[in-house]
């Protein structure tokens, strides 16, 4: 989860960055820097790997009173946490700085293709400055360079500009759903940042690009343009001073707002953790699971509770097919009661978005008492199970304020994904050609989870369709097992409608004497090695009058004339596909519940962390 803040006006710019950065700190980073305008032609430029304290402190009595400026705080992805890989980055002639969230999928052929010269670090962002350079050379002014680069570089992913030749501006561009940018409007000045939280002390007047827009930003002026350079009129926001409906930004519901962030939860997941060069997978805090522990591993047991146990039946299969190593999952509250056999051999790994689940933590006094080793999954740092457990895999996601998780599932089965890989490769049973297909399938995952998120008009039109039946059933197999679970529970939790989760091949088995008109079937479908089997499944609901909600793989049209309503993901390598799957369950379950009134952010009864037994 990279951190932006630019700024042009009136002030000191550096001091200003330096304050936005610090209010994105809660984002997680390993690395800072910034870029001001010093003089004619030239930038002061610095960064500083760890904390943002070093930053202050290398900066410290040097910061020129440059009026405009960027700063960044960053994730690794391509490239260590160094110095040389910080940014903001310049081109070889140091004439344009950039900072950047998101990824460039295909850096390095825009690498050999606009190259300037020799490139000074491992990332992915560097190449977007020599590309800049290199069209400000031929004539271009540095808004439409960014539309060029826009054109030419694969991903999901923001970019803000500056350069020396006309250092009052700032160019932003947002490219695909990941890495969103808010326009600070203020009286002569104006601000840029991944998040409101860096704007608030300067204005409460705000826009939202939206993917395909860029804003062009002087001290006195702002025009917003598309990817063909045509205007954009944006109405300026004027954000409340209740705090917390300032953070929901243009959202009716915070949950809402997670779901649409969930292509920055999969690069907040990502960052310093999927390395390229070579592909492999590192975790901060697993010290302690070197390869002789990883070897002696004869069983995994994966615990958790609601939304973290379906997240935690995904992650067995990441650790049966790539570590080779026996994996179940236990209900954290059934664990403890069924005396099971442990001892230290058996890794543990805890899954909860609170950390202070009491069942939980239950669950993992069970397993040290036994002495096995154990790893917990948990998006609060410094929370009960990070101080229990020996080794602590941060979600990274930011809070999370609606009650019914959303982003913190696609985090907590996309790290089960890493830590499978990671067992992998030190088991010795991960073949490193797949080990890097996965590394570079799991880079691609923001971009295809912001792909299923432009369904939202269609699901929402296909939820008021379906918003007064009292019975939902969804099915799904393999990996869409656990997922038809969850979007079950996401249709209870906020719409109050009775909703059950089955494998599919379970129907048969007596959920199928519940199927009639009036009991509507969502069917998970991606075209894949069992999809022969859920189309039989779907025709046994339409053969009792059942209507189907289809959700199938892109260009898959077999289902067409057949079911009720189609919602088409994004190709995705099936491994992956339970981080897209979820997103249209999740959106069905919040318009359905908004449809019926209910209360989405705080459904009754619920709590977001249990706390007691």
């Not at 031929?138 to 999901?156: N, T, W, Y």
Request: with cysteine.
């Amino acid at each position: 989860m990279c951190g932006i803040v630019g700024y042009t006006g009136h002030r000191p710019a550096g001091p200003i960055i330096l304050e936005g950065l610090r209010r994105l700190e809660y984002r997680g980073y390993d690395s800072a820097g910034i870029a001001l305008f010093n003089g004619p032609e030239e930038f002061y430029v610095a960064h500083a790997t760890g904390k943002l304290d070093a930053l202050v402190q290398r900066v410290e009595g040097s910061l020129p009173p440059a009026i405009a400026g960027i700063g960044h705080t960053r994730w690794a992805t391509h490239g260590e946490p160094s110095d040389r890989n910080a940014h903001p980055q310049l081109d070889p002639d140091g004439r344009v700085a950039v900072v950047h969230n998101g990824i460039i999928e295909n850096y390095e052929e825009l690498r050999r293709r606009y190259g300037r010269g020799p490139f000074r670090s491992d990332t992915d962002t560097e190449v977007i400055a020599h590309i800049l350079a290199g069209d400000l050379e031929a004539g271009m002014d540095l808004l439409e360079a960014m539309r060029h680069v826009a054109s030419e570089a694969q991903g999901a992913y923001s970019l803000v500009a500056i350069a020396s030749d006309d250092p009052g501006r700032l160019v932003a561009a947002r490219v695909g759903n990941a890495g969103g940018i808010v326009v600070g409007v203020g009286e002569g000045e104006h601000l840029l940042a991944s998040d409101l939280n860096a704007l608030l002390p300067h204005t409460r007047n705000v826009t939202f690009l939206e993917p395909g827009e860029f804003a062009d930003v002087r001290a006195d002026t702002i025009a917003y343009v598309d990817i063909e350079g045509h205007p954009i009129a944006k109405t300026v926001e004027v954000l409340p001073y209740d705090p917390v409906a300032a953070v929901k930004g243009p959202y009716k519901h915070f949950m809402l707002k997670e779901i649409f962030e969930q292509p920055d939860s999969a690069l907040d997941a990502i960052r310093g953790r999927y390395l390229t060069r070579p592909a492999r997978v590192e975790f901060e805090d697993l010290a302690f699971l070197d390869e002789a522990l990883a070897k002696s591993l004869t069983r995994v047991v994966l615990v958790g509770m609601g939304t973290s146990m379906h997240a935690a039946m995904v992650g067995r299969f990441y650790i049966e097919r790539f570590a080779r190593i026996p994996a179940e999952v236990d209900n954290s509250a059934e664990f403890r009661y069924r005396r099971p056999v442990l001892d230290e051999h058996t890794l543990v790994v805890s899954v909860t978005q609170s950390g202070e689940t009491v069942d939980t933590l239950a669950a993992m006094d069970e397993a040290r008492r036994a002495g096995c080793p154990q790893i917990t999954l948990c998006n609060t740092p410094g929370a009960q199970t990070t101080r229990v457990a020996d080794g602590t895999i941060l979600l990274r996601v930011g809070p999370e304020i609606a009650v019914a998780s959303t982003k913190t599932m696609i985090a907590s089965m996309l790290l089960l994904h890493g830590l499978a890989l990671r067992l992998g490769r030190l088991r010795g049973t991960l073949d490193p050609e797949e080990e890097a297909a996965q590394v570079e399938a799991a880079l691609h995952l923001p971009a295809a989870i912001g792909e299923m998120l432009k369904s939202a008009p269609l699901i929402e039109e296909i939820a008021s369709r379906y918003a007064s039946n009292e019975d939902f059933l969804y099915l799904g197999r393999g990996l869409g097992d656990p997922i038809a679970l969850e979007g079950a529970l996401k249709m209870k939790e906020v719409s109050y409608i009775h909703a059950e989760g089955y494998a599919a091949g379970e129907m048969k088995h007596g959920p199928i004497a519940l199927i009639d008109e009036r009991m509507p079937t969502l069917a998970i479908a991606p075209r894949d090695e069992v999809f022969d089997k859920m189309r039989s499944n779907i025709e046994q609901v339409l053969a009792r009058h059942g209507k189907v909600i289809a959700l199938v793989s892109q260009g898959d049209h077999s289902l067409d004339d057949i079911v009720e309503d189609i919602i088409t993901m994004p190709e995705v390598t099936p491994y992956l596909e339970p981080m897209v799957t979820v997103v249209p369950l999740q959106l069905l379950s919040y318009y359905i519940a908004t449809e019926r009134g209910a209360d989405v952010d705080q459904p009754r009864n619920l709590a977001k962390t249990v706390t007691v037994e």
